[in-house]
């Protein structure tokens, strides 16, 4: 059996906060606690705390957690100083480790065990956990590796080292993408370690972006997903006319929003797939979002009408229900495709007349507790009937810059560090502004800065990708710049300069194209 260990780097000063990070609390425990405790209950037994600055402070947390602290005397010449040293202690036997700083405690115990799972020593070097395609921590590390890291000049890192060993032995360096969005949380900055602390409460239900993983990991249909968007928006306006009404006779104290949205979003996650409701139960167990997997495994029906105050099962449940497809209907409509499609087998009518039973008694029961408020009233005519919207249109960051500049078209290029400051800038001009749904296109450029505005501003939208919103597509053009499209199209670049509107490149399209296309209004994704 494979033998890993694990190397946390808490050596630093902790500069750029207030306190000494890996004492700050977390929940009932610390930052430090929660970082080691989550590589032992994941099964790596020798976990190596390197130590430095405040050790004398550390050294006994660091024993009651039954890890071994590793002294670095050079910790002031800066973090690589901290890597020499962990790796240095790595046992000689070990077939590989991971390696992290303290201040990333939100990964799960189920990431590091499927990295564990996942690692194979004899073909691997390096396997980068992923969260939508962006790496995160712990990477791990084969042994053959360990000799690389210890030779370098410590220059650029250890993220030199890796890139480095990557470049030359690229076969052996893998990826596992995650649901996992707590690999790139880290706390160099207060108003991160707070928004830490508010994660780790919810750790147990996934975040927006979360939710965004989950369903690209598992592949759940883009019908699904617009399915479980519109259940969403019905579940939480019941819940916001419950919230409307006192507390006490019967009504709850409170309703969890976000995990009524959460659960309506991946409600149909494993759609498609055999017992598709229990399989996106068992699918959220696994990676560790306990609060919303027995609503989605249980979504189907209810076995009884609720007699306690009514639950945030029950409202995903209903909104489920008042949901075909991306429409608002009614429970006769419903229930009434189910029968006109199954109804002629006995045992499957008598099921279906029996949930739409079930249906109309929670029904009568939501109408009569909550009474006709418009939040009611909106579930049954449509979210959003009758409201104004506004869209606000925005162009991704900067991208790498060439001369004499290329056609880009339809390639799929990333951010510059200055795209990504820009992106950052949008977030911060944005903060105040109440947005409900992002749309972009599937672009690498636009999801990017999608994120990165999102981020900043702290909303946690579920990021909706949406190929059709690509940029003009240049075909043959893409890559070239226009000599080069002279060159090798005689007399094409010439000829669409005289009529934008209508002449396209080879594969490609036409202005024209593009307007004709009327996304806002054909697809109706606004």
């Not at 990504?420 to 800038?425: L, Y």
């Not at 990708?465 to 670049?493: C, D, H, M, N």
């Not at 000829?495 to 934008?500: I, K, T």
Request: proline share 5%; glycine share 8%.
């Amino acid at each position: 059996m494979a033998n890993y260990e694990g190397v946390v780097l808490s050596a630093g000063f902790s500069s750029r906060m207030g306190g000494f990070k890996p004492l700050y609390p977390m929940g009932d425990s610390t930052v430090i606690e929660q970082t080691v405790s989550g590589f032992k209950q994941a099964g790596i037994e020798r976990v190596l705390v390197v130590v430095g600055h405040r050790a004398e402070e550390l050294l006994p947390v660091v024993d009651a957690l039954g890890a071994v602290a590793v002294p670095n005397p050079e910790f002031a010449s800066g973090m690589y100083s901290s890597v020499l040293a962990g790796v240095r202690a790595v046992s000689e036997t070990a077939d590989g480790f991971f390696l992290t700083p303290v201040d990333i405690p939100l990964v799960r115990t189920q990431t590091i065990v499927r990295l564990r799972e996942t690692f194979e020593p004899d073909i691997m070097s390096i396997l980068h956990p992923t969260f939508l395609g962006e790496r995160g921590h712990p990477p791990m590390l084969g042994a053959a590796l360990r000799q690389s890291v210890l030779e370098a000049d410590g220059e650029g890192g250890l993220r030199a080292v890796l890139d480095s060993w990557e470049e030359q032995h690229p076969d052996s360096v893998r990826e596992l993408e995650t649901s996992d969005q707590g690999i790139l949380l880290d706390m160099d900055r207060e108003e991160q370690y707070r928004r830490l602390l508010e994660r780790y409460s919810r750790l147990h239900t996934p975040s927006a972006e979360e939710c965004r993983a989950l369903m690209d990991k598992v592949g759940t249909p883009e019908r699904a997903r617009r399915h479980g968007a519109a259940v969403a928006k019905v579940a939480l306006a019941l819940a916001d006319a419950y919230e409307l009404l006192p507390s006490g006779n019967g009504h709850p104290a409170h309703l969890d929003r976000e995990r009524i949205e959460r659960a309506a979003l991946l409600h149909d996650l494993a759609k498609g797939k055999p017992s598709h409701e229990e399989l996106g139960g068992k699918l959220l167990e696994a990676d560790g979002f306990t609060d919303i997997a027995s609503i989605v495994a249980l979504h189907r029906d209810l076995p009884e009408p609720e007699s306690d105050p009514i639950s945030e099962r029950a409202l995903v449940f209903m909104a489920d229900k008042f949901v075909a497809g991306c429409e608002v209907v009614s429970l006769d409509e419903r229930y009434g495709r189910a029968l006109e499609y199954y109804g002629h087998v006995d045992r499957i009518r008598t099921a279906i007349e029996g949930r739409r039973e079930r249906a109309r008694l929670l029904s009568a029961r939501i109408e009569r507790e909550t009474g006709p408020t418009e939040y009611s009233r909106a579930c049954r005519k449509g979210i959003g009937s009758g409201m104004k919207q506004r869209i606000l249109l925005m162009r991704h960051g900067e991208l790498p810059q060439r001369r004499p500049r290329p056609f880009v078209g339809q390639l799929n290029l990333s951010l510059t560090d200055n795209g990504r400051a820009q992106a950052r800038a949008a977030g911060q001009a944005l903060a105040g502004v109440r947005i409900e749904r992002v749309v972009c296109s599937d672009l690498d450029r636009t999801m990017e800065t999608a994120r990165l505005v999102d981020r900043i501003r702290l909303s946690e939208l579920v990021i909706e990708p949406e190929p059709r919103l690509r940029e003009i597509r240049l075909g043959q053009w893409e890559g070239l710049t226009s000599a080069e499209v002279e060159a090798k199209f005689p007399g094409e670049y010439n000829a669409r300069g005289n009529n934008l509107a209508e002449v396209c490149p080879a594969d490609g399209e036409s202005f024209l194209d593009v307007q004709e296309t009327e996304f806002w209004c054909r697809t109706g994704l606004f």
